[in-house]
């Protein structure tokens, strides 16, 4: 069984196997009662950025650095950073949602360039190798592991974290192919790999949530 609390609202979710009865599934939320209090506890205490419009003047995190967005119109879609400001060009009648959108795949591309470069240095150093990757906006996860199948999702939103948050979910997700649990021995691999995981972890859930 999985039990999840999912920002923004805290809804809590459990995936359990068919086969188990409404009664197991309850006993075992009622064991993680303190575990959820304080996991909704964080999400309604953690700051959050208003919902963007994509306009001129907003800020725009990547990699941990906050840039200032100034939106110019021509005729193609393009973002470059330059100094401490992000250069939107976009249609002048573009919508909102098309700037996001466009925007957000910028991000992706941006990390999909990071995670090729950092992929094989992790898998070098555990000896744990994928069979395949991709990225996905997630709203309750940083990453996710299919072990049977060898393959990691990491989270579209890691482009805006500072870098280390990336190198601690790839190992994350990485360690889970050969443990799918939180277990001692999971603990002990990441702890082994990458000692410095906890003031990183504390890092990445204290950065403020964006849209």
Known sequence: MCLYVKPPNGDVVVSAPLEMTNDVIERFVQTKTNWIRKQIAKIHNQPRKTERKYVSGEKLDVWGRQY????????KNSML??????????????????????????????????????????????????TSWNTK???SRWGS???????????????????????????????????????????????????????????LNSQILTD
């Open 68 to 75: 200032c967005l100034q939106v110019n119109y021509g005729k």
């Open 145 to 203: 592991c299919k072990p049977k199948k060898g393959k990691i999702c990491i989270n579209l939103q890691l482009a805006k974290k500072t870098p280390e948050c990336l190198e601690y979910i790839i190992l994350h997700e990485l360690i889970h192919l050969v443990e799918r649990g939180h277990n001692e021995k999971f603990y002990t691999l990441l702890s082994k790999y990458m000692p410095t995981w906890k003031k990183i972890k504390k890092l």
């Open 137 to 139: 906006n997630m709203t």
């Open 81 to 130: 950073l330059s100094g401490d400001k992000a250069l939107l060009s976009t249609r002048e009648k573009s919508t909102a949602e098309q700037r996001k959108k466009f925007v957000n795949e910028w991000y992706r591309g941006l990390l999909k360039t990071e995670i090729e470069r950092l992929l094989p240095k992790w898998e070098k150093k555990t000896g744990l190798k994928v």
